[in-house]
């Protein structure tokens, strides 16, 4: 991890997403960058050399700029307040602050693919009622058009003494074995239990069976069931977070991988889920998959959406 990209819009749940980094396992030291974003678009100058504008035009014109800039204004001091609050909490980041007058979304995802950031970190909700009812459509075109890694934070739990569960899906694609060389390179907090699950359906059943590379890698000739193919992928993946010196428990659900995996959210109360972005069936396709996105969506934990670099 050497860049970090964090959408910042000054909300409650924008603060509670820096707060959440704490319990990301990131190094001490990161190269990040604090971006907020005003949605506006900002007029020409209607008063250049030569004018281009009619004089009834330019006046509301140059209100409309004057507007634009007075929001960009706002967006550059949201920003730098974010800068100082994350400064605090990880007081060796080099952090510079920006801001941007642009849709938020497309600012955000064309910002991290130019800075190169290895990590999109953006809250779950924004500041209007409706994204603060559902997933925010910010958080949702993030997630689906950002070129690496996105992490959806949400509120920690309310006793941060607790050592916090992370659920780690699996399921034999290049973004969920991602998600374990994630892992394996941060600096956990002492008291994080990592929780491996991955769930069988007829897709795996048809994995196991038909030549590619989940087979060549995890079946072998005498098993009969995706079972067994199942517990051999995440028994070795739980052996090297376990080398790494890492609490880890396995756990196979059965069902449709979004259903169980957010009822499995649930049942071994996780504070945080790692997915990959795109499962073993749809690792070609650029948008975001169906499952990552039900469970970015509907969890109620921070979400951490894998995409194999």
Aim: hydrophobic share 40%; glycine share 6%; charged share 25%.
């Amino acid at each position: 991890m050497k860049r970090l990209l964090v959408g910042y819009d000054g909300s409650e749940c924008a603060a509670a997403a820096l707060q959440d980094l704490r319990a990301a396992g990131l190094p001490p030291e990161v190269e990040a960058k604090i971006l907020t974003v005003a949605d506006v678009w900002i007029p020409a100058d209607p008063h250049p050399e030569p004018p281009v504008y009619p004089e009834g035009r330019a006046k509301a014109v140059l209100r409309a700029r004057e507007a634009a800039l007075d929001a960009l204004k706002k967006a550059q001091a949201t920003a730098a307040e974010g800068r100082a609050h994350l400064q605090g909490l990880f007081p060796k980041w080099r952090i510079p602050a920006l801001a941007l007058a642009d849709p938020p979304a497309w600012a955000i995802a064309r910002s991290a693919r130019e800075f190169q950031a290895d990590l999109v970190v953006v809250g779950s909700h924004g500041r209007s009622l409706l994204e603060r009812l559902f997933l925010g459509s910010v958080a949702q075109k993030v997630a689906n058009e950002a070129h690496c890694s996105v992490r959806i934070c949400k509120p920690p739990p309310s006793d941060p003494n607790r050592g916090q569960t992370i659920l780690v899906a699996l399921d034999g694609s290049k973004d969920s074995e991602s998600a374990i060389r994630s892992i394996l390179t941060r600096r956990w907090p002492l008291g994080t239990t990592f929780k491996l699950i991955t769930v069988i359906d007829d897709r795996l059943e048809s994995a196991v069976g038909w030549p590619g590379a989940y087979a060549d890698k995890w079946v072998q000739n005498h098993d009969h069931e995706a079972r067994q193919a199942a517990s051999r992928m995440i028994e070795k993946h739980s052996a090297d977070l376990y080398g790494a010196g890492l609490k880890v428990e396995t756990h196979i659900y059965h069902g449709e991988p979004k259903h169980a995996l957010l009822d499995a959210v649930h049942d071994l109360c996780a504070d945080c889920v790692f997915i990959g972005a795109h499962g073993l069936h749809h690792e070609r396709k650029p948008s975001l998959g169906t499952v990552a996105s039900a469970v970015a969506t509907r969890a109620h934990c921070t979400v951490e959406i894998v995409r194999a670099g």
